[in-house]
């Protein structure tokens, strides 16, 4: 159960860190438009 | 005086997606797969890991960032860069800071050749039941001619993708080869998780031994650890942010790639502690964990393939494959660098890498026939590219902390406060305490009766005269760097950066 538990808050806790960041970063540049990059202001 | 600026428009990533997938193949390498797994069970498992969130939060993410504002700003490698950020009487701290990696890069290329040779052991079915792999792994080793074929392959292949460019090249291979790496990654973990037994090996690798938290060395591992896998410091996050949109975020991709990185660490984790511990007693599994890099994936890792289901035709060629994939995507980021400050130094890309392959693949040669020449260069110049991180967070304050966190922040989809310029202060402390440590190991541990000895592959002394010859071979080619490497953006007319140009 120990090793359950603590495999889940590493393994699972970092996958769902890092999914919650590309859906950001995807989410951001959603809002943003292409545009916005090619801009410089 | 500086180089006409390039008309030519320079190649950007065609997206957020593509950048961040080269920048985690950059970061994960080798390392992560044979040197994490040991790493984080031999000290304290969860706490290990503890330590590995904290020093990426303090240590990696703000060094890229800065890394980051470097390149995109300045629109150069890693010389141009320091020059154009803090005048051009540091030029040679950029040449510093890519000659580390460019000595990483001689020997990596060994490295990778060996993955890929594995490889071609693992699909032609060489990793049977019995097979006697410290003899398999010795006679390849013993063998020149296969070492310094496999290296001229891997350099070679790496020459070839990044002869091509961004577009062309890397971008593309990366846009595919890092989600693949990461499929793989996840194949061997399920994998290993289902193997009868390998609870044992999750525990070693997760369950924390509180009272390691109270250790200071458990600390100096984990910081050493996040040092050398994700990149901050070693100048390639800095290189492909010159190719970074207008515009593009900061913290947000910095925080993205640590984040992917750390993952890809606990994946390979997963598979090979998993598998060593579900088809082996403890013993072994702690005798493989100590027995080096080269020892766990190649001697003990390998041995286990004939003795798991589909082993021997499925799952080592993908376990070596997934080496060699996160090996050259490291490798790319490696050539790119010296290729870029090549480049900025006035010779086109098509005449430059041939010439880095050359030189790659003859300066190689050494560590491909000598593995304790190769050991010197992996502890030299892994030590010294601490010092990469050092001479960053110099720059930003040179460059003036709090300007360079506005620039940030600017740009950024989540705050750059000032947490980010309290850590970049801080940060000469925490590494006056890894560096120092190291120092100190070289003097205690590694060579206690022979420190003085530049010989002598792990002494003090052969530390400190391969880096203070870089440093003055850099500091006496620092005027003609910085009058040789064209202008970019911050370049004022007289080829001084535009703190200089203030000053």
């Not at chain 2, 706490?47 to 904290?54: D, E, R």
């Not at chain 2, 950020?85 to 490295?111: E, L, P």
Request: glycine share 10%.
């Amino acid at each position: 159960m120990e090793v359950v538990v603590w495999t889940l808050i590493f393994l699972g806790g970092t996958a769902l860190v890092l999914a919650f960041l590309v859906y950001w970063a995807w989410k951001k540049d959603r809002e943003k438009g292409e545009q916005y990059y090619r801009s410089d202001s | 005086m500086a180089q006409e600026a390039p008309t030519a428009k320079r190649e950007v990533f065609g997206s957020r997606f593509t950048f961040v997938a080269a920048a985690i193949g950059m970061a994960v390498g080798t390392g992560n797969i044979w040197r994490f797994p040991r790493e984080a069970g031999l000290n304290g498992g969860g706490a290990f890991l503890i330590a590995l969130v904290v020093a990426n939060l303090v240590w990696a993410i703000p060094i890229l960032m800065s890394e980051s504002l470097l390149g995109s700003k300045s629109r150069h490698g890693t010389i141009g860069a320091f020059r154009d950020f803090m005048g051009r009487r540091f030029a040679w701290m950029g040449g510093f800071m890519g000659f580390v990696t460019v000595g990483i890069m001689f020997y990596y290329s060994v490295v990778c050749g060996w993955a890929i040779r594995y490889f071609v052991y693992a699909i032609t079915g060489r990793f049977e039941s019995g097979t006697d792999t410290q003899a398999l792994w010795d006679g390849f080793t013993a063998t020149p001619w296969q070492t310094i074929l496999f290296h001229a392959i891997a350099i070679g292949i790496v020459g070839l993708i990044v002869y091509r460019g961004l577009k062309r090249g890397f971008e593309i291979i990366l846009k595919y080869v890092i989600p693949l790496l990461f499929v793989l990654l996840v194949i061997l973990a399920i994998r290993a998780m289902t193997l009868s037994g390998s609870s044992e090996g999750l525990r070693f690798l997760f369950v924390p031994d509180w009272g390691q938290l109270g250790n200071a060395e458990l600390w100096l591992r984990a910081f050493s650890q996040m040092a050398f896998s994700t990149g901050a410091g070693w100048g390639l996050y800095l290189t492909y942010s010159v190719y970074m949109r207008r515009r593009e975020d900061f913290a947000l991709n910095a925080s993205t790639v640590c984040a992917g990185n750390l993952f890809a660490s606990l994946l390979a984790g997963v598979a090979v502690m998993g598998t060593i511990f579900a088809l082996r007693t403890q013993d072994f599994a702690e005798e493989a964990a100590g027995s080096g890099n080269e020892g766990l994936a190649f001697i003990f890792f390998a041995e286990l393939f004939g003795e798991m289901p589909g082993g021997t035709w499925f799952f080592a060629p993908l376990f070596f494959l997934a080496l060699a994939l996160a090996g050259v995507s490291s490798l790319i980021a490696m050539m790119e660098l010296t290729t870029r400050n090549v480049e900025d130094l006035g010779m086109p890309r098509r005449r430059a890498v041939p010439w880095i392959v050359l030189v790659a693949f003859i300066v190689g040669i050494p560590s491909a026939i000598s593995l304790d020449f190769l050991a010197n260069q992996d502890f030299v110049w892994g030590v010294g590219l601490l010092i990469g991180g050092l001479l960053a967070a110099i720059a930003m304050m040179k460059y003036g902390v709090e300007r360079a966190r506005a620039e940030l922040d600017a740009s950024s989809d989540f705050r750059v406060g000032r947490w980010w310029s309290g850590l970049i202060w801080i940060f000469p402390v925490m590494f006056v305490i890894l560096f120092g440590w190291w120092i100190q190991q070289t003097v205690t541990e590694f060579a206690p009766d022979d420190w003085y000895n530049p010989f002598e592959p792990f002494s003090l002394m052969t530390l400190l005269v391969q880096w203070v010859a870089l440093a003055v071979v850099m500091l006496v080619l620092n005027n003609w760097l910085s009058r040789r490497v064209s202008a970019g953006p911050m370049t004022t007319p007289t080829g001084a950066g535009s703190v200089t140009a203030a000053e």
